[in-house]
């Protein structure tokens, strides 16, 4: 019957399409947009329908298939009756919505319609909760006085301390990667060799594979040999395992999981695969993502440690005992995500402030501060060498310290850290933090009366002690009964006073757009590398280059993922030091480039010859600290040239692809020789002169799903491009002639620009952005930017830097009164260039089927070098509010992972309420969502409900008192790009739920921003083939395909016939209709083994996110992916 009813929907569905089209030729304009919009509203009805009986059918098929195995059927769920999951509480109504899938246009809806999940700690709410009053505490300046009872301790209970001896290896902050390796990591990872040898009780932490690597290549095999059996006897750990210790706040999170991938790949290749990091260490960044934990846990990881959180949220936490809990994902109903954290306490991870509440008693058992070393205690109360004299009371002093911090957690096992930057870098420093500390250890276990038990460690040593004690002591999972669980972030970070981290979320912009331009080449050239080598693989081509390809492409990999360091992205580190990154994301860069033109060769050939040099990019960058530019087309009269445009989106995309040409009039051409629509624009010398040599050349291309295809651009007056109309607003001079555009000028006071779908609004006045109509529905969207400027505070200890955001007052309008204004119109685009002296703004909308037509596209070129002690930023005043509600609600992406709500807390100063934008920033009420997408990361804030503010660069003239030791005065001319949206929605369920969602539009907007389509120049002739079409259809709507991952044989080095997929199911908001989409959803699944054309799935393994491990569910054959979540797969072809 189910069957039956299904086909009888897709009948309908089908006679709907039909009635359609021949009303398309009978109706005019008008009535046709009618039809339309019932149309789409009766097939959305349908295609609801048929995932409903499809879900049906698959649930009555299961319960058959296990009736006639004798299998019983699940039992039902009782109504009343608690389900118990990881030893948390969850109620019958959460587990509903977990499982059951929410359809609406065919998307998947079951986050975005279900309930906030409860968790025992909800940031959100504890941000509103606390009082943020900054109380001196005592010895414990930022928290309170900890008073203890001896009796909390028993022979049957005691107190079990694990120190933890690590050394903090920044790759790159004061000096650069090399710099710090040749003058401290060599040595300390030497001496790690030699004192673990001598001093058999030692053992060290160490998380930073970069360095550890380099050390690698130049180590004996003693060395080598020495560090497996210290890791076999649990005495040498590698904690987390990535390339570096990554920013969380302004990285994206595909370069987060690509740097991990990285470590773990070489921990596999040069230790053996079962050398598996289990514990996660993050002492430095500056303030903590929730996706940080999520990508842990999904590459096998249990445990993980934080450091640099807010004052007031550890004290808070810690008089609750929260600091150790099971951090959870923010729309996991179940539990499925969770990893136990450990927060510390205090200040800083250094000695003063990790054995104990009192910073001037823990300095004296840092025994590197001895007298006479090259530190020293501030408190002026300096470290003794352990005597038999003196160790009862130093034993008695360290003790009390230990108990009072473990007061604070619900164990008796306590955590202590034994280390600090570049530590370790001398015999001697192992020598007196060994000896002294095992002197001290001897003692006190020694003694019954004291009930504790203290010894060198691991971190997974400490993390399975406290298993154990509490009830885990098979150490079978993340989660950790009897613990609290906690969802959300912890921004914006203050270490003292309002002392804000919340510059670094912009410092150095530049560097910020240049990381973004690498991953995007970067994931390309991993895409069409794997599928260029399948093909090799496949059909037996020997000519291919993989083997060195590939080390192009760990090149790349290892340049990308080092700047992820946080004091790399973040713009924190050294002038010299940034450009050191810089400089190697350049070659990385180019080395992409060079295995995307050697993989598309191979792609477009027809035999097993591959020529050489056949393509060029058309991007261009030679020096690493100017803007990229594009590579000029030049042509004769008559002369052909072939492009090929290659698409690394799992999608089909239709959109305006961009080229320089030397002359005019000029046409395109697609692979079947009809002309395309184009459009030519000018390129201009100055503000006002207009070049006569170089044109920039726009035409609307398809391009298939991870394919290529080949457009032909031709010198001629047969089937030219439109020559588009420049008009000139606030010009004060003649102007003349040109020959090709002929600009004229106008003097109105306002001026409008127009697609299909929008009509955008500009004053000339101040040359900025009025307001969107939506042409469809004629609603007008009041939308007003400017440019703004805040002062920077120069006070002694409390000035603005690299890291820290602390303006003297509210933001400055810096516009400018009638600037400078061109407006290009055209068949495919309009755009409106504002010059201004700080800054090049210019407005955009195309004429497009696709995605692209629904935004307003801004990008902004700053040049700041004139503003001293400025943050420089754009604001959009909007009347996008909720009636019933005062506050500046505001959700901002973490990572480009999450959408997590925000409200501006007036307890906490300015500086307090700027948070991280990855991606995505949005605000709503209950009938429309304002949405701004990024291509780069920055500062935002909401200061009044509907207003938002991007903070685009920074130039302060001093130092910020947080060790760079130099100011942030190193600006470039900076580009920044976003998308501005405004979508229909309905109100939604749950006005409560702190986790929001991008509509499926603004998904897919997002990732073409952030994935640009590449163009290939083919330098001479034509290409054997005109197109490549991997795949028979494309991927649905909501699976993103973040990397198709290559790997080698670590002994033979030859490249394997298989890729590491990764796939991330995008859960969106289906309160907001989708549009100018042209894929489908699927519920999150694909069918692999038809998947690809021309090539033959052998194998598909579901593995953790880095590969390390088989993944719980590795049986199935397709992708069947939980909205959320990120899978990945080994994918072996034929």
């Not at 001079?733 to 040109?738: E, I, T």
Request: charged share 25%; glycine share 4%; aromatic share 10%.
């Amino acid at each position: 019957m189910l069957r039956k009813r299904r086909n009888t929907i897709i009948f309908l569905i089908g006679l709907i399409v039909l009635v359609y089209f021949l009303f398309l030729k009978m109706t005019d304009s008008h009535n046709q947009s009618d039809l339309s919009v019932e149309l789409e509203k009766r097939l959305s009805e349908l295609k609801v329908e048929v995932v409903a009986s499809d879900e049906a059918l698959a649930k009555l098929e299961a319960q058959v298939v296990s009736l006639e195995k004798g299998e019983q059927l699940p039992e039902a769920v009782d109504d009343n009756k608690p389900i118990v999951i990881s030893g948390n509480r969850v109620t019958k109504e959460q587990k509903a919505y977990d499982l059951a899938t929410f359809s609406s246009s065919g998307q998947v809806c079951s986050l975005s319609e279900a309930p906030q999940p409860k968790t025992d700690v909800q940031m959100y709410n504890v941000i509103d909760s606390i009082s943020f009053d900054d109380v001196d505490g005592g010895v414990w300046k930022q928290g309170y006085p900890i008073k203890i009872q001896d009796s909390q301790w028993t022979p049957e209970k005691p107190l079990k301390v694990f120190l933890i001896p690590h050394s903090h290896d920044d790759p790159g902050w004061l000096k650069t990667f090399d710099g710090y390796y040749s003058a401290q990591v060599k040595n300390i990872l030497d001496n790690m060799v030699l004192k673990l040898r001598q001093h058999e009780r030692m053992k060290f932490i160490y998380a930073e594979i970069s360095f550890f690597s380099t050390w690698w290549k130049s180590a004996t095999e003693e060395q080598k040999e020495s560090v497996k059996r210290y890791i076999s006897e649990g005495r040498f750990e590698l904690v987390t395992g990535g390339w570096v210790m990554p920013d969380e706040a302004a990285a994206h999170y595909w370069a987060m999981l690509d740097q991990l991938i990285e470590g773990h790949s070489w921990i596999r290749d040069n230790l053996g695969p079962n050398v598996v990091p289990r514990s996660g260490w993050s002492i430095d960044p500056f303030g903590h993502s929730s996706t940080m934990p999520y990508i842990l846990r999904q590459s096998g990881l249990r445990n993980m440690l934080v450091q640099r959180i807010h004052y007031s949220v550890k004290k808070y936490l810690s008089i609750n005992k929260f600091l150790e809990f099971n951090w959870r994902q923010t729309w996991d109903s179940v539990g499925s995500t969770d990893i136990l954290c450990h927060m510390m306490p205090f200040y800083s991870y250094d000695v003063p402030h990790t054995c104990g509440p009192d910073p001037k008693i823990c300095c004296q058992f840092d025994f590197q501060r001895l007298p006479g070393s090259r530190l020293n205690c501030p408190w002026r109360k300096a470290p003794q060498p352990i005597t038999d004299a003196n160790v009862h009371e130093r034993a008695a002093t360290l003790l009390d310290q230990y108990r009072k911090k473990s007061s604070l957690y619900k164990s008796n096992v306590v955590l202590i850290p034994l280390g600090d930057d570049f530590r370790y870098d001398t015999p001697g420093e192992w020598d007196k933090q060994y000896t002294n500390y095992d002197k001290l250890f001897t003692y006190m276990n020694g003694k019954s009366e004291w009930n504790v038990k203290a010894q060198f460690a691991t971190l997974s040593d400490y993390f399975n002690e406290l298993r154990k004690e509490s009830g885990d002591p098979e150490l079978s999972g993340a989660s950790l009964a009897g613990f609290p669980t906690l969802s959300g972030d912890f921004f914006t970070y203050a270490d003292r006073a309002d002392h804000y981290w919340s510059g670094y979320f912009t410092s150095r912009p530049f560097y910020k757009h240049w990381d973004r331009h690498l991953e995007s080449t970067l994931r390309s050239s991993e895409i069409i590398f794997s599928l260029a080598q399948a093909k090799a693989h496949h059909n037996h081509i020997n000519t291919f280059q993989s083997k060195e390809l590939y080390e192009k492409l760990t090149y790349a990999r290892r340049s990308l993922g080092l700047f992820q360091h946080h004091d790399g992205i973040t713009g924190t580190a050294k002038t010299v030091v940034v450009a050191d990154y810089s400089e190697r994301m350049l070659r990385g860069w180019k080395s992409a480039h060079e295995v995307i033109k050697e993989s598309a060769q191979l792609l477009l050939s027809d035999s097993s010859a591959v020529e050489q040099e056949v393509f060029d990019v058309d991007w261009l960058k030679d020096v690493e600290d100017v803007l990229e530019t594009r590579r000029l087309i030049s042509l004769s009269s008559g002369q052909r040239k072939e492009l090929v445009i290659y698409n690394s989106s799992p999608h089909q995309r239709q959109e305006v692809v961009r080229v320089w040409v030397s002359r005019v009039p000029i046409s395109v051409y697609d692979v079947t020789l009809q002309a395309v629509e184009c459009q030519v624009s000018p390129y201009f010398d100055t503000e006002t002169v207009v070049s006569n040599n170089k044109f920039k050349l726009s035409f609307l291309a398809k391009v298939p799903a991870l394919g290529m295809v080949t457009y032909s651009l031709e010198a001629s007056e047969t089937n030219p491009c439109t020559i588009a109309t420049v008009t000139y607003y606030n010009h004060r001079d003649s102007v003349a002639n040109d020959g090709v555009f002929n600009p004229t000028v106008d003097t109105g006071d306002k001026l409008t620009i127009h697609n299909d779908q929008l009509e955008v609004e500009l004053s000339t006045s101040s040359g900025m952005l009025l307001s969107m109509t939506d042409r469809k529905s004629n609603e007008q969207h009041p939308l007003e930017m400017s440019f703004i400027k805040y002062k920077s505070s120069k006070a002694k200890d409390h000035a603005g830097g690299a890291y820290l955001f602390i303006p003297t007052g509210s933001s400055q309008s810096v516009l400018q009164s009638r600037p400078l204004m061109r407006v290009i119109k055209g068949n495919l685009f309009h755009e409106v260039h504002t010059m201004t002296s700080l800054v090049e703004h210019t407005v955009r909308i195309v004429n497009t089927p696709g995605p692209e037509s629904l935004g307003l596209e801004v990008v902004n070129i700053d040049t700041i070098t004139s503003q001293d002690d400025t943050d420089f930023g754009m604001q959009l005043s909007s009347a996008v509010k909720d009636p019933e509600s005062s506050d500046a609600v505001f959700y901002t992406d973490l990572n480009g992972f999450t959408m997590y709500k925000r409200k501006k807390q007036e307890k906490i100063q300015l500086q307090g309420n700027v948070y991280p934008m990855t991606s995505m920033m949005y605000v709503e009420n209950d009938s429309t969502r304002l949405s701004v997408l990024a291509a780069q990361s920055a500062g935002v804030i909401s200061l009044s409900p509907g207003n938002l503010q991007v903070i685009l660069d920074r130039r302060l003239n001093q130092d910020d008192n947080r060790g760079l030791g130099q100011p942030v005065t190193d600006n470039k001319r900076t580009e920044s790009r976003f998308y501005i949206l405004f979508e229909k929605k309905t109100p939604s369920k749950h006005k409560d739920k702190v986790i929001g969602y991008p509509s499926l539009t603004s998904a897919i907007l997002y990732q073409h921003l952030i994935s640009p389509l590449i163009t290939l120049h083919v330098k001479s002739g034509k290409t054997p083939q005109s197109q490549f079409i991997p795949l028979t259809t494309s991927f649905p709507c909501e699976l993103n395909l973040l990397n198709m991952r290559s790997s080698h044989d670590s002994v033979s080095t030859e490249v394997k016939a298989e890729s590491l997929l990764l796939v991330h199911h995008q859960a969106t908001d289906c309160s907001l209709p989708s549009k100018g989409l042209t894929c489908s959803t699927n519920n999150g699944k694909v069918d692999i083994e038809s998947l690809f054309k021309d090539l033959k799935v052998k194998s598909l393994e579901r593995r953790t996110l880095t590969d390390l491990e088989v993944h719980s569910d590795s049986s199935s054959r397709s992708l069947d992916i939980q909205p959320m979540n990120i899978a990945a797969y080994k994918l072996t072809f034929e």
